[in-house]
Every structure is written in C-alpha cells, then in structure tokens.
C-alpha cells in the first residue's frame, strides 16, 4: 500500500503564530487529499478536501482562511494554522485515497499540535 | 453516507477471537462495508471491506448478514498489539469520497 508521511510529527507553538503541515505521498501520485482533524478522545473529523491544482473544499464550520491547504503538486499538500490559538490543539491527520482500487484510503501518521 | 451504531468499548482476551459488531441499517445498495482501526497516537489504518459477501484477508473477516443491515468484523486470534479504536464505515467506493468516521469501538486486548 501507499505510504504517507506527515512533518513535522509534533509541534508545540505560541499562540498567534503560524504553523505549516505537510503531507506526501511517498509512493504514488494523488490529486486529491483529505484533512482531518482529532480532539482527544473523539473521532476524526474532516476539515477540507485538498485538491492538486485548484482550490481545496473545506466542511462547514471550518474557517477556510484560518486554515490554508496548498496541493502544490501530485505527491504534496500541506495545512496552515495561521493565528493559532489553544484551542486549534489537536491531531491533524491526512489521507490519500488510493487510485487505482479506489477502495482504501491511506492515512498520515498524524501530527499533533499544541499551541500554548 | 449511512450511518453506523458501534459499542463503544469491547474487551477480547488475547489468542481468543475478537468480535465486533456494526449495525448500519440505513445502509443503501451501492455502499460498501469498511473497517479501519486506530491504534493510539497513530492514524487510521484500513482493515478490510464488503459489499454483500462475507470477506477475508490476512488481517481479518468481515461477515455481512442478508439483509446487509449490520456486520461483525472478526479478528480470529487477537494479539495485544490489536489494540485499537475500530471503526465502521458505510459508504460509497472511497476513490474520491472522504470517510466519515463515527465514535468507533475501542478494543482491549488482554494479556
């Protein structure tokens, strides 16, 4: 299966800042990547869904300009937190569906953010 | 997307079989059945999936009754390292569709 790799796997920043995510694709191109989101304890939930070349589609309730996805090219999308906040804290995981099954997706191995 | 119904915690001695239920009794004809698992810490990892037949790899079975409304995802021997949160899923194929996870079942596996 695909492997996906996100950096940084952890990070810790001060409020206001911004924090740049990323997502590759190892081993096989992806036009499309998914963003989710985990508070402790609950399940995963999707933030946006990362586009190659056009721009990302974000659910409702998520602030398109408080989280900015770039899918710069087919092996690489990443999420920015700008302004973070304490209560942006949480597990930020990707995922790329496979293509060619169109079956099985692939997830990141996350990345857990703290914003103190 | 249908919606699914899971206990919310299971305990399963290890070596023994782990059984875990999913009713999804909204499900439509062209959804497939899903099964990830997540271990702490870790993102989701894809199990297996059915649509009417029972399935099986080397990770695990997946039986789906007739009627398609619920399921029972099987870890035949499970080991501590099963320990997981274990979700079902009801959807379309996934090529282009998000997943949209429930509160899942999370599964202790003890020694």
């Known amino acids: 299966g695909a492997v996906v790799s996100q950096h940084p796997s952890r990070v810790i920043c001060k409020s206001g800042t911004s924090v740049k995510i990323e997502c590759r694709s190892l081993d096989f191109q992806a036009t499309t990547m998914f963003w989710y989101r985990q508070f402790p304890k609950q399940s995963l939930m999707l933030m946006a869904t990362s586009n190659e070349g056009s721009k990302a589609t974000y659910e409702q309730g998520v602030e398109k300009d408080k989280f900015l996805i770039n899918h710069a090219s087919l092996t690489l999308s990443t999420l920015t937190v700008t302004s973070a906040h304490p209560e942006d804290s949480s597990f930020y995981i990707c995922?790329?569906?496979?293509?060619?099954?169109?079956?099985?997706?692939?997830f990141g191995p996350g990345t857990r953010l703290t914003v103190t | 997307d249908a919606k699914t119904t899971q206990p919310t915690s299971m305990d399963c001695a290890e070596g023994r079989a782990a059984n875990l239920p999913c009713n999804h009794s909204t499900i439509s004809g062209n959804e497939y059945v899903y099964w990830y698992r997540q271990i702490h810490s870790q993102g989701p990892q894809y199990i297996i999936h059915g649509l009417k037949n029972n399935e099986t790899n080397e990770m695990a079975s997946l039986i789906i009754t007739e009627d398609r409304k619920s399921s029972t995802l099987i870890l035949p021997h499970a080991t501590l390292r099963d320990t997981a949160v274990y979700y079902c899923?009801?959807?379309?194929?996934?090529?282009?569709?998000?997943?949209?996870f429930g509160t899942g079942t999370r599964l202790t596996v003890i020694p």
């Open positions: 995922s790329v569906p496979d293509g060619v099954s169109s079956y099985e997706q692939y």
């Open positions: 899923i009801v959807g379309r194929r996934t090529g282009a569709n998000n997943l949209f």
